[in-house]
């Protein structure tokens, strides 16, 4: 059984233990006594017995019937109702088994539903997959709702069928078995009180004279008791001439309205009329077998009652006291003789046959079932047709041929279903030794028994319709109800979620409470979403502060501001020896990325890029130290005396910062002193040691490396000294040079890998060890970084107006590049850290399949409308747009995604005219 416990058959278990438990308990029921399903025309198996003949000779004549009985084994009979029965039941217990583990799952799907709102609504999600997530949510809500309806509607169909089939079968043959054990029984005693009249009338002489008279008025009136049986169509009785001259069956009385057909008279005249049917070819088997029996078994009394009559009829005329009491004796003895021949001859004709052979469990025609019947019906005892043991009834090739065997081994009329019951007339006389004097012919037809079947069935069968149909419509009602109460409270919650999602002012949500009474698990999720809420109105009141940190650490930052005040992403200056452009972005919070240009006399120009480590509020506290040093510094400057000596600002801004004591907490920045109608350019650098300038000259982007020496903050003055001290190194821009200052947000923007179903991956190139290296990465790694390389390529395609490709490792959107056309620009720095900007947003986008309009990526007017400009694929990826509505410096790309900004873009260009 160890297939049952495989992961990819756990779906069927229940219904495979159902089979294999079904299964075994048929194998039991066969080693007892053998299932066998019916065949057409089946008999049991017969065993011939040794009998001593009818003669006394002790042999079997091969002409004369043989005697059989049951081998003991006994057979489960399976027809079609019950193999139809079966198959029902185990086609619904393997529905219901289905049906408990899919409702179960829709169980499960409820749970994963609250764990996904409980996530969902403590923010460990990024932003845009919370969007794709709650569009999941809504539908999969819908989704529940219709799978438990459909589950509860099948379930209830598959109950009721469970249930109406076994009531369905049961009912309709009870109603046949009722109906046609009437019918026997009603037919049965007609019969029988048919034989017993003619008894009577029979021990009247001479019956031979008064039938040719047509003086046998109690014969005639006995057909007219078929009104006791509505399915009885006529009665004949015949008989042989009692002279016993001839061995043609003639007609005593009939009420067979085809009598003409069936007689060799012009008219019927009773007890002259020969008569002749389907079963006179079998009369004379018939006679010697009712004789042989009656003989066997009555034979000896007969005799000793007719010696009896003798011995008192010779004694009628006698009168002497002891012949009267002789005679008397003799009286009591025939009489107790009579009665007992009576009881015999009663009982051997209460074997009541049938043409075609008579069965109540079928009518169906089959034919194809002839062929294999007609050799085993071959001078075989069947039993009565009836329950009897005793009945045999011999057969011949015209009967076989006309008839058709049922599926329950009787044969019926094809047309009509008509058959003809027959009962002999047994009746000892004194002429002969023989007994059978006729037969009692009743023809029925159970057309109207099977009328009143279908008709009942067809009742059944509706009332079970309306019975399913008003409990598939209850569980309908009841199912949806059930799917309200228990989804209902779910997309409360969702829609709270969502509010709280939507709502970017969180303090505004300050009130909002969710109120939800179901007194189980969504309750106290309602409770803890709520307290929730009181927690992101009190984090939201504190993020404010960390907003207007935010906007202090910009106002440092030389930015272009809107109409309101407030600064944008970009600032730039023009002077007639110099042009400055500075572009930043923020990530997340607030952080320690800055930089300024200070215009000292019209000609130096002090300029600063600085990156304080970590984030948050100590990194921001660190640079606006820096910034304000920096300032008060070059506040009253002057170029005489010792305004080139910039290392001592270096050195004032590492001796406050290695004082305040914040462990692992420094500042790498670069200080620099322009003079814009020379292009000298004094360094002065702290940790941060690499300046990359573009040579005009040469057409492409270059860097210098300045000396090695500590960021601001880590060592005091006096071991920075030790180990060189901050140093000033000197060298010119010439006329068109760019130099650049950038924090490590851009060279070190990042985009994860993924597999062609959008899923997070490492590089798993060649399948090569972890650690090999692979272009910009290694192997075992999930990510790649913008790198040195692309930005130098970036810069170099814009200032000599070429073309850009990026291309990105291990992208599940396949092997295309990105193009961007710089044919167009004009080779201003503007253009040239704009194109950074832009590209770095095009490297950590992608276009999933499954993103919609609720995903939604936040861009920079000024990078759009470059990218719309430049960037070739435009139309396919930014093509789709959605005004955010609160800031109009920034728009929404929908249908796309990106991976996270980890770190500020903090870009300052500076160009020597």
């Given at each position: 059984m160890k297939f049952l416990r495989c992961k990819s058959l756990q779906s069927f278990r229940l219904p495979v233990v159902i089979f294999i438990f079904l299964t075994l308990?048929?194998?039991?029921?066969?080693?007892?006594?053998?299932?066998?399903?019916?065949?057409?025309?089946?008999?049991?198996?017969?065993?011939?017995?040794?009998?001593?003949?009818?003669?006394?000779?002790?042999?079997?004549?091969?002409?004369?019937?043989?005697?059989?009985?049951?081998?003991?084994k006994r057979y489960v009979t399976l027809d079609m109702w019950t193999f139809l029965f079966i198959g029902i039941m185990l086609f619904s217990l393997i529905g219901l088994g289905v049906l408990t583990m899919g409702i179960a799952g829709i169980l499960r799907e409820g749970m994963d539903?609250?764990?996904?709102?409980?996530?969902?609504?403590?923010?460990?999600?990024?932003?845009?997959?919370?969007?794709?997530?709650?569009?999941?949510?809504?539908?999969?809500?819908?989704?529940?709702?219709?799978?438990?309806?459909?589950?509860?509607?099948?379930?209830?169909?598959?109950?009721?069928?469970?249930?109406?089939?076994?009531?369905?079968?049961?009912?309709?043959?009870?109603?046949?078995?009722?109906?046609?054990?009437?019918?026997?029984?009603?037919?049965?005693?007609?019969?029988?009180?048919?034989?017993?009249?003619?008894?009577?009338?029979?021990?009247?002489?001479?019956?031979?004279?008064?039938?040719?008279?047509?003086?046998?008025?109690?014969?005639?009136?006995?057909?007219?008791?078929?009104?006791a049986v509505p399915e009885a169509r006529y009665v004949t009785i015949t008989g042989f001439d009692p002279s016993g001259q001839g061995s043609e069956e003639l007609v005593w009385a009939t009420n067979d309205p085809d009598i003409l057909n069936k007689i060799d008279t012009p008219v019927f005249r009773p007890g002259v009329s020969r008569f002749t049917d389907e079963l006179s070819p079998n009369l004379g088997e018939i006679s010697s077998r009712f004789n042989n029996q009656s003989r066997l078994e009555a034979g000896d009394r007969t005799a000793a009652l007719f010696m009896l009559y003798r011995e008192e009829a010779a004694l009628l005329g006698r009168t002497d006291e002891q012949d009267i009491k002789r005679r008397e004796d003799i009286r009591a003895t025939i009489e107790g003789l009579e009665a007992r021949i009576g009881e015999q001859l009663a009982a051997i004709s209460r074997e009541i046959g049938s043409l075609p052979a008579y069965g109540a469990a079928g009518f169906v025609p089959d034919k194809s079932a002839l062929s294999r019947r007609i050799?085993?019906?071959?001078?075989?005892?069947?039993?009565?047709?009836?329950?009897?043991?005793?009945?045999?009834?011999?057969?011949?090739?015209?009967?076989?041929?006309?008839?058709?065997?049922?599926?329950?081994?009787?044969?019926?009329?094809?047309e009509n279903h008509s058959f003809i019951l027959f009962m002999p007339i047994l009746f000892p006389r004194y002429s002969d030794n023989t007994f059978f004097r006729g037969l009692i012919r009743l023809e029925v037809s159970i057309d109207s028994i099977l009328d009143q079947i279908a008709g009942d069935q067809w009742n059944l069968l509706k009332m079970i319709l309306l019975v399913a149909g008003a409990a598939l419509i209850i569980g309908t009602l009841g199912t949806f109800i059930l799917s309200t109460l228990i989804l209902h409270p779910i997309q409360k919650l969702v829609s709270y979620v969502e509010l709280i999602r939507d709502t970017e002012d969180k303090t505004k949500l300050e009130g909002v409470e969710i109120k939800i009474k179901t007194w189980d698990e969504l309750e106290v999720l309602g409770t803890t979403i709520n307290d929730m809420i009181v927690g992101l109105v009190n984090a939201a009141q504190a993020s404010k502060d960390l907003t207007i940190g935010k906007e202090l650490q910009k106002k440092f930052i030389p930015l272009e501001t809107d109409k309101e005040g407030n600064k944008l992403t970009s600032g730039f200056k023009n002077t007639a020896c110099a042009e400055f452009f500075g572009y930043y972005e923020g990530a997340k919070g607030v952080s320690g990325d800055y930089f300024d240009y200070i215009d000292l006399d019209g000609r130096f120009y002090a300029i600063i890029k600085c990156d304080a480590a970590g984030k948050g509020v100590p990194a921001a506290l660190i640079m606006i130290q820096v910034a304000t040093m920096f300032l008060n510094h070059f506040k009253n400057w002057t170029s005489i005396e010792n305004g080139?000596?910039?290392?001592?600002?270096?050195?004032?801004?590492?001796?406050?910062?290695?004082?305040?004591?914040?462990?692992?907490?420094f500042a790498a920045f670069i200080l620099c002193l322009f003079d814009s109608e020379t292009g000298l350019l004094r360094c002065c650098n702290a940790g941060d040691n690499i300046v990359h300038y573009y040579d005009h000259s040469e057409k492409r982007l270059k860097s210098i490396t300045l000396p090695q020496s500590p960021a601001a903050g880590v060592l005091p003055n006096f071991l920075v000294e030790s180990k060189g001290g901050y140093t000033v190194q000197t060298f010119t821009l010439d006329h068109g040079d760019i130099l650049f200052l950038y924090t490590d947000g851009i060279e070190e923007a990042k985009r994860n890998f993924r597999d062609s179903s959008f899923n997070e991956i490492t590089c798993t190139e060649g399948d090569a060890p972890a650690g090999t290296p692979h272009a910009n990465h290694v192997a075992g790694q999930g990510n790649e970084q913008l790198g040195v390389d692309r930005v130098e390529g970036i810069i170099n395609g814009v200032m000599n107006k070429r073309f850009y490709s990026l291309y990105k490792y291990h992208n599940p959107e396949g092997e295309n590049e990105l193009q961007f056309d710089f044919t167009s620009c004009s080779g201003t720095v503007e253009e040239a850290i704009m194109a950074l900007v832009a590209v770095e947003k095009m490297f950590r986008l992608y276009k999933n399949p499954g993103a919609g309009d609720d995903s939604r990526v936040l861009v920079d007017r000024k990078v759009d409308r470059f990218l719309k400009e430049h960037f070739t694929q435009y139309r396919n990826y930014?093509?789709?747009?959605?005004?955010?509505?609160?800031?109009?410096?920034?728009?929404?790309?929908?249908?796309?995604?990106?991976?996270?900004?980890?770190?500020?873009?903090?870009?300052?260009?500076?160009?020597?005219?």
């Open positions: 308990s048929f194998h039991l029921l066969a080693e007892e006594g053998g299932i066998r399903p019916e065949e057409a025309g089946a008999v049991p198996a017969l065993t011939p017995v040794n009998q001593t003949d009818i003669d006394g000779t002790g042999s079997i004549s091969p002409l004369k019937p043989l005697l059989w009985k049951i081998r003991p539903i609250r764990k996904e709102i409980s996530a969902l609504a403590g923010g460990d999600i990024l932003p845009f997959e919370q969007k794709r997530r709650f569009t999941g949510l809504r539908k999969r809500g819908a989704g529940l709702r219709l799978k438990l309806t459909s589950f509860i509607i099948v379930l209830v169909l598959l109950v009721t069928v469970m249930v109406s089939t076994p009531l369905y079968v049961w009912m309709t043959r009870l109603q046949r078995e009722t109906l046609f054990e009437g019918f026997r029984e009603r037919s049965t005693i007609l019969l029988e009180g048919l034989a017993s009249s003619l008894r009577v009338c029979l021990a009247e002489e001479p019956l031979i004279s008064r039938a040719r008279e047509g003086l046998i008025p109690e014969l005639s009136f006995l057909p007219n008791q078929i009104s050799d085993s019906l071959r001078r075989v005892h069947t039993p009565a047709p009836w329950g009897g043991t005793k009945g045999m009834y011999p057969e011949s090739n015209t009967l076989r041929e006309q008839h058709t065997p049922t599926a329950c081994g009787g044969v019926v009329d094809n080139q000596y910039i290392e001592e600002v270096v050195y004032q801004i590492n001796d406050f910062i290695e004082a305040l004591g914040f462990e692992g907490r930014c093509g789709q747009t959605r005004e955010p509505g609160e800031n109009s410096v920034y728009t929404s790309y929908t249908h796309v995604m990106e991976d996270p900004q980890y770190d500020d873009l903090t870009i300052l260009g500076i160009r020597r005219k």
